[in-house]
């Protein structure tokens, strides 16, 4: 009876600390564009280090009722966040996403059609995927679909390659070795291949993701667009997370530069793919970066994305400690941060 008695109170308090520690992520599903909430789906969330976003998700919400309401229990931390249910599908763009320890609310789902329609045509390459890009049932031309073979860049970036901006039909081309890949498409209204999205502009992830692409095999698939609502550019300052930098970027007499762009490094070479991207600086030279944890990291600023800065750009890097690092505590907003930039040569 003894024994019994302390195994119950162990089971409890076991259960009690889980709850105890847990945070809440609450939102809503909805189809067409954000208006009409949607049942049967359920969120699932997949932790950073997850190895794939297939099979089954470690955390996953109870079906959505007709109020497209969701509500599920995890641990603080970051996190991938998908929809499946009732034929839709969703990827949250602002993926990963940082769960801090007092939870999230408000997170909204848009879906799109887990198993869209395919038009097969007629190609030139023997293997890689073949496709299109719509919004709905139009085609979204001036998409670029980006080819990531895992998670580690948290499908970010230029990734292992990408196609030509799709056709005036949506069209698409992507010769590939075979191999497992996740695709995913981004149309930039002002042109570009990198740097976060605006309002307007449109994100797709492949339903079917992650993809087998086999010997002499051409997938032929259609990728759903969905285009990212003016709410984020309000949610800048915290979009990736809790912690954030504040600043201006400005020339060698202080002049505020506008169009340059802050970013940020896990590393004091600066030359590998950033962590962070800001939204380009205004006319008075500000800037926001947000992201989920403190720590050390090395911040600069330059007039475009990719590769070794070239002559003629303007760059520079954060001139308060030596090699440009920048200490922000977890949480912490740190603002008057000043980066000046210069003409290279």
Known sequence: MMRTFCKLIVFLTLCWGSSASAATVAGKVTTDGGKVPTAGVQVLAYPLAAASLAGEAPHRSAATGKD??????LPAGQYFFLARGGGFFAYYGRNPVAVPEDGLSGMNLALVAENP??????VEFSTGVA???LVGEEPLADAIVYVYTDLNDQLKGMGLGLSAPSDAEGRFDLPLSPGTYYLLARQRQAGGFAGPLR???????????????????VLQLTLPMLEVPEKVERLAESLFGQTSIHGRIVDGEGKPVAGARAILYSDPTMLNRPLYVSRPSDADGRFVLSFAAGGTYYLAARDTLGGTPQ????YGRFADSSDGSILVETGQDRSGVEIVVEEMW
Not at 68 to 73: I, K, M, T, V
Not at 117 to 122: G, N, P, Q
Not at 199 to 217: L, S, T
């Open 131 to 133: 496709g299109r890009t």
């Open 199 to 217: 309002a307007g502009d449109f994100i797709g992830y492949y339903p079917g993701n992650p993809v087998v692409v086999g010997p002499d095999q």
């Open 117 to 122: 329609a395919v038009s097969e045509r007629k």
């Open 311 to 314: 002559p003629g750009e303007r």
């Open 68 to 73: 497209g309401l969701f509500s599920l229990e």
